[in-house]
């Protein structure tokens, strides 16, 4: 398999074609389709990231940088534009707000219990983790402003779109500076323990060629689409049929599937005690979706027909608050342990049972 440039998650690519003649022979258990559907785009989404690093080695640096950000989170938006062209907004938002707390205190937490476990303790560079938990806390506001401006005093709803539009616009010009923070300025900061992650023996597929590399990416982000469609088609009839709430899928499932490939990279990192890498792959992940992701659906939503405003409910927007705040403070001294990813974990299951019987 090493050979062939495949790992072990690539054995879950026969769940593709499985899943769309699951959704052509058997539409009337959605629940299959949708089960298989959520399992296939995991695969995919690793082929998607292991291809963009592969790319990433032959453009330099800082366009290395730069594909691996706009790549990060890509089999995530594919699903969530899929669920936008539905008409699913519910699900399409939940999901967002899962993505923001899966990472910072599921993946994050599972990397500290994972490489702290037989260690007194671990540290990560502290400059670097609070450049990235300021420019979250700041796309936090910015999501949490619409929420509690609807939830409290607002007389016109109307204008809820609109400012949501002018508020996606901000965001991508802050995910712009943070861009050329990270990859230009303070470059320094990021690039050794990117460097040190990328040795051949990492399971990447550094022999595959220029042309190979881009191949598989295009291919992958097509099947990430179809299956998409194929997911959010069975979505209503597989959350009737198990009695789940729209909210409690988009934050828990859709969110998990999306984002699982990169899970386990944060989770294999912090086992070879690289916690700058963890804490980058789940903080950068989290602030790419609510700096970049987030407006881009909304501006999307405009251009589909499909008019979406950054207004959530009263308890996603203290799981936001209540994630972003968790992660700075377990940053704040640039040490971490596997208590405070214990602690993590639970803050995590308390906001899933509630979301569960919400």
């Not at 072990?8 to 499985?18: M, R, T």
């Not at 993505?99 to 599972?110: E, R």
């Not at 300025?185 to 990447?204: K, N, S």
């Not at 992940?285 to 970049?292: G, I, R």
């Amino acid at each position: 398999m090493k050979r062939l440039g495949l790992v072990p998650l690539d054995l879950l690519l026969v769940f593709v074609p499985a899943a769309l003649a699951a959704g052509h022979l058997w539409p009337e258990r959605p629940v299959v389709t949708f089960a298989l559907a959520c399992v296939a785009i995991i695969p995919l989404a690793g082929l998607m990231g292991r291809a963009t690093e592969a790319l990433a080695r032959y453009v330099g640096a800082a366009w290395g940088g730069f594909l691996s950000a706009a790549f990060g989170n890509a089999a995530e938006l594919i699903l969530a534009v899929a669920a936008l062209r539905a008409g699913e907004l519910e699900v399409v938002k939940a999901s967002l707000t899962g993505s923001i707390i899966g990472n910072l205190l599921l993946v994050f937490g599972a990397a500290l219990v994972a490489g702290g476990w037989r260690r007194d303790k671990q540290k990560f560079n502290v400059t670097a983790a609070g450049a990235g938990s300021a420019s979250l806390y700041l796309a936090a506001v910015a999501l949490l402003v619409p929420a509690i401006q609807h939830h409290g005093s607002d007389p016109h709803p109307e204008t809820r779109v609109p400012t949501s539009v002018a508020i996606s616009v901000v965001l991508l010009i802050l995910y712009g500076l943070s861009l050329r923070f990270s990859l230009k300025t303070h470059v320094h900061l990021y690039t050794e323990e990117a460097g040190e992650a990328r040795a051949p023996d990492e399971g990447l597929p550094g022999h595959w060629s220029r042309r190979t590399s881009a191949a598989v990416l295009v291919g992958a982000t097509a099947a990430v689409a179809v299956i998409s469609e194929t997911l959010v088609g069975s979505l209503e009839g597989a959350t009737h049929a198990l009695g789940l709430s729209r909210v409690f899928v988009g934050v828990v499932v859709v969110a998990v599937v999306g984002n699982a490939a990169e899970h386990s990279t944060a989770v294999l990192m912090a086992l070879r005690d690289k916690m700058d890498l963890a804490l980058q792959i789940s903080v950068e992940s989290s602030k790419q979706v609510a700096l970049f992701v987030a407006p881009v659906l909304v501006l999307a939503g405009l251009l589909i027909g499909q008019p979406m405003d950054l207004v959530f409910t009263e308890l996603e927007v203290v799981a936001v608050a209540v994630s972003t705040g968790a992660v700075t403070l377990v940053a704040l001294d640039g040490e971490s342990n596997w208590l405070e990813g214990s602690m993590l974990i639970a803050v995590y299951l308390v906001l899933g049972v509630a979301f569960f019987f919400a």
